[in-house]
C-alpha cells in the first residue's frame, strides 16, 4: 500500500523524524484556514499517487491569503497525469539550503534492507543515478542486528556530504530505518532531504509503502486506504476479496493460481488479444465466489468476450461450472464466454455446463485452443 | 532417487487441527507419506485420525523422529511456527501459508540462513516426489514418476506444465514449489542444485516470473554448474509495472523485474524458453525424445 506523501510525513512524526509542520485540507476553505494558522510563507502541495508533481503545477508557494486560496482554487480538482487531486497538504515553507536523497529498501536480491544515501536530491533518483552513479552510496542492514550508527556514519561520509551534518544525517537515517521497521514498509524514500540554512535536517517529502501483508499490525495505516483514488473495478473486487488487477483491453480473463492467470495473459496476448484484466480466483473457489468474478469482470464496459482458464488441483471443476451457471442465471451476461475447465472433477465440470446449454458459451479442451476462441470471439 | 522428500521423510505438521490443515495432511498420509506427528499449542495429547498431536515442536520431534516440517498456520502465526520447528532441529521445513508479512520473512530467512535448516516457501504448494511422498497440496493424481524435475514460483501453472509432460509421456523425479512471496528460503539455485546432483532427474523443468532477479541469477547458476539440460519458461510479459499480480513478489518495479528481461538472460546462456507452457513441455519431449 502506497501511503500518500502527508500520510507519510505523520508516520514520520509519530517516530521523530522531524517534518515541517502542516496541516491537510480537501477545500479551498481549509486550505487558506491552513495557510493562516501555520503563518507565510506556505507551500500547497498536491497529494496524489504520483511523481512529478511540481512540474506538473501542483506545488505552489504562497506567500499571503490570496496566493493560498488562489493555489489551492487551481491545485484541488487538477488533474496530474491521470490522477485527480482531492485533497492538497498545507506546509510551512522551509529555507532550502542543501538537497540530499535518502531511503530504506527491500533488497530482494540480497534479502536484506538497504539504507541509501546520495548528496544529490530533489530531482528524480533515477536521473541522479544516470548523471552521477558514484553520488548514491548503499550499504545493507542486517534485519537481526539492525540500523547501527556505523552504518550512517560510513554513508554520510562516503556520500561526501558536509561535515557539520554528518552525524545528524546519520541519525536521520537511523530513524528511517526505525520507520521502516516498526510501520512493516517495504520503501522509506525521502527526496529532498533538507538541510535547511539554519542546518538543520528535515524530511521535506515522504514516500513510504506498506506491505499489505503486515497490515494487520497497523490498523491505522489500513484505514487510510484512498479508495477514492482507485479505479472502480479494483475496489469492487477488494470489497469481494478477489485479487484482479485492471487493464486496457477488451478480453475478460478468470483463472486460478496468479501464476496460471499471468500466463493466461500471456497467451491470450500472443493469440494477438488484449486482457481486460487480471483476475485470480484463487484456490479452492467455491461457486459464490465465481459469482461474484463474473461480475466484477463484467462489470468493465469495455469487455468483449471472456475467458475462464482452470486447471482444478484443489479448485474443484465442478464447482466452477456451477457458479458459472449461477451467474448466468444472476447477472445474464451477454457477451460470450470460452470456457476451459482441466484438472480436479473436470469430467463433472464439463458435464454440468454442457447440460445448462447456456448461451454462447464455448469450451475448450487447451489452454492455447481457449485464447484463441476468445480471441476470435472478441473481435 | 528424489529430492528434498522421499520414503524417509518423516513428517510433522504446525496448524494440523485446522480444517485446511487436517484435509492436506490426510491426503499427503493417504498417498503414502509417513505423517508422525502434529502440533498444536494446547491440544497435545488429542490425535487427528490417528496422528499424534503435541503442544511443542520439541515434544513432537523427541517423541516421532520427525525431520521435516510442514507449516499450515496462518500468516500471524508462521514465522513463529518456522522458528520453533528449526529451534527443535528439523532439517526440511515447507511453509504453504500466504501472507506473511514481508519483514517477518527477512528475519527468518536471515536466521535460517546461519544453521543448517532448509525453507522451501513460503506461499509455495510444497514438495511431491511421485511415488515416494507429498508433502504440501500439490495435486498428485497429475503426475507419475519419471526423470524430469521441475521447479516453480508457480502453483497451479506447474500442475499446467506437469499435465502436459504427463501427455508426452514423461514423469516427475520431484515437484518443488518454492513459492511466490519476495523473500523466499529456497531459490531456484538452491533446487537447481538439488536436481543435478540427483542421478534420476536427466531434465529440469524451470518455471519463473515477474518480479525480483531470481530467474536471472539462476541462469548464470545454470551457465556454470548445471550440466543437464534446463527448459524454462517466464510469466507475465503482459504484467503492466506497479502491479502486484496474485503473487506478493509478482511485481514489476519500474524496469526491473520483467519477463522479457528474464527470457533474454536465460537464453543469453544457452537455455531454451517455451512461449506457453504446451511450449515448454514440447522442448522437453523433444531433448528427452531424441536422447533415447
New interface residues.
Given amino acids: 500500500m502506497d501511503l500518500l506523501e502527508y500520510q507519510g510525513k505523520q508516520l514520520f512524526a509519530k517516530h521523530g523524524v522531524p517534518v515541517p509542520d502542516g496541516r491537510h485540507a480537501a477545500t479551498v476553505d481549509e486550505a487558506v484556514e491552513a495557510a493562516e494558522q501555520l503563518g507565510y510563507p506556505v507551500v500547497i502541495k498536491a497529494q496524489v499517487q504520483i511523481g512529478g508533481r511540481g512540474k506538473a503545477g501542483g506545488i505552489k508557494l504562497a506567500s499571503n491569503r490570496e496566493e493560498a486560496s488562489q493555489h489551492a482554487q487551481a491545485i484541488l480538482g487538477m488533474d496530474i497525469r491521470g490522477f485527480t487531486v482531492h485533497e492538497v497538504w498545507v506546509e510551512k515553507a522551509s529555507e532550502i539550503d542543501e538537497e540530499y536523497y535518502a531511503a530504506i529498501v527491500?533488497d530482494?536480491?540480497a534479502?536484506?534492507?538497504m539504507a541509501m544515501l546520495s548528496r544529490v536530491g530533489g530531482m528524480d533518483v533515477?536521473a541522479v543515478a544516470e548523471e552521477d552513479p558514484e553520488a548514491m552510496r548503499m550499504v545493507h542492514v542486517?534485519?537481526?542486528i539492525g540500523f547501527q550508527d556505523f552504518h550512517g556514519r560510513r554513508l554520510a561520509f562516503e556520500a561526501g556530504i558536509a561535515a557539520d551534518v554528518i552525524r545528524p544525517v546519520g541519525a536521520m537515517l537511523g530513524k528511517l530505518y526505525g520507520v521502516f521497521?516498526a510501520e512493516?514498509a517495504?520503501l522509506v524514500e525521502v527526496n529532498p532531504l533538507l538541510i535547511t540554512k539554519s542546518r538543520e535536517v528535515v524530511a521535506l517529502d515522504a514516500k513510504v509503502t506498506v506491505?499489505?501483508?503486515?497490515l494487520?499490525?497497523h490498523p491505522d495505516v489500513a484505514e487510510l486506504s484512498d479508495l477514492s483514488a482507485e479505479d472502480p473495478q479494483e475496489r469492487m473486487a477488494k470489497e469481494r476479496g478477489l485479487?484482479y488487477?485492471k487493464?486496457d483491453g477488451n478480453v475478460g480473463i478468470l483463472?486460478?493460481?496468479?501464476?496460471?492467470?499471468?500466463?493466461t495473459?500471456?497467451?491470450?496476448?500472443?493469440a494477438g488479444g488484449r486482457?481486460a484484466n487480471?483476475l485470480?480466483a484463487g484456490?479452492g473457489s467455491k461457486a459464490e465466489a465465481i459469482t461474484s468474478a463474473v461480475e466484477v469482470i463484467l462489470s468493465d464496459e469495455k469487455v468483449t468476450a471472456v475467458l475462464f482458464n482452470i486447471?482444478?488441483?484443489?479448485t474443484r471443476c465442478d464447482e466452477v461450472a456451477r457458479g458459472l451457471i449461477e451467474a448466468f442465471a444472476q447477472i445474464k451476461p451477454s457477451v460470450p464466454f470460452v470456457v476451459r475447465l482441466?484438472?480436479?472433477n473436470d469430467v463433472e465440470g464439463r458435464a454440468l455446463l454442457a447440460e445448462a446449454e447456456l448461451p454462447n458459451v464455448h469450451a475448450e479442451a487447451?489452454?492455447?485452443g481457449a485464447a484463441e476462441k476468445v480471441v476470435e470471439l472478441a473481435g | 532417487m528424489a529430492i528434498l522428500v522421499d520414503t524417509d521423510t518423516r513428517l510433522v505438521v504446525s496448524g494440523i487441527t485446522g480444517r485446511e490443515g487436517t484435509f492436506h495432511s490426510l491426503r499427503n498420509r493417504d498417498y503414502g507419506t509417513q505423517v508422525v506427528a502434529g502440533v498444536t499449542p494446547g491440544k497435545g495429547g488429542q490425535d487427528v485420525e490417528g496422528i499424534p498431536v503435541f503442544d511443542t515442536f520439541h515434544a513432537a520431534v523427541a517423541e516421532t523422529g520427525a525431520n521435516t516440517a510442514m507449516i499450515f498456520v496462518p500468516p500471524r502465526f508462521a514465522a513463529d511456527s518456522i522458528l520453533e520447528a528449526e529451534n527443535a532441529g528439523v532439517a526440511l521445513i515447507i511453509a504453504i501459508t500466504e501472507g506473511i508479512p514481508a519483514h517477518d520473512e527477512l528475519r527468518v530467512y536471515n536466521h535460517l540462513r546461519r544453521g543448517s535448516s532448509r525453507l522451501i516457501g513460503p506461499n509455495c504448494p510444497g514438495i511431491l516426489s511421485p511415488g515416494k511422498a507429498n508433502v504440501g497440496i500439490i495435486p498428485a493424481q497429475f503426475f507419475k514418476e519419471g526423470n524430469v524435475g521441475l521447479v516453480s514460483r508457480s502453483g497451479t501453472l506447474t500442475y499446467q506444465i506437469g499435465n502436459e509432460l504427463a501427455q508426452g509421456g514423461f514423469g516427475n523425479s520431484s515437484i518443488v514449489g518454492i513459492g511466490g512471496d519476495p523473500v523466499p528460503g529456497s531459490s531456484f539455485i538452491d533446487i537447481l542444485e538439488r536436481f543435478e546432483a540427483d542421478p534420476e532427474t536427466e531434465l529440469i523443468v524451470m518455471c519463473g516470473e515477474i518480479g525480483g532477479s531470481a530467474e536471472e541469477e539462476a541462469a548464470e547458476y545454470i551457465a556454470a554448474h548445471v550440466s543437464k539440460p534446463v527448459v524454462a519458461y517466464i510469466a507475465g510479459f503482459t504484467a503492466p509495472p506497479g502491479k502486484t499480480m496474485g503473487h506478493a513478489g509478482a511485481i514489476v518495479s519500474g524496469s526491473q523485474g520483467t519477463a522479457a528481461a528474464k527470457a533474454e538472460a536465460l537464453e543469453s546462456k544457452g537455455v531454451r524458453v517455451g512461449r506457453n507452457p504446451t511450449q515448454v513441455a514440447e522442448i522437453a519431449v523433444e531433448i528427452l525424445g531424441s536422447r533415447v
Avoid: C, H, W
Wanted: proline share 6%.
Fill in positions: 527491500f530482494r536480491a534479502k536484506k534492507p533515477e542486517d534485519p537481526l521497521v512493516d517495504t506491505d499489505d501483508n503486515a494487520y499490525r485479487t488487477v487493464l483463472g486460478n493460481g496468479a501464476g496460471l492467470v499471468m500466463s495473459l500471456d497467451v491470450v496476448a500472443q486482457p487480471f485470480d484456490g486447471f482444478g488441483g484443489i482441466d484438472g480436479t487447451t489452454m492455447l
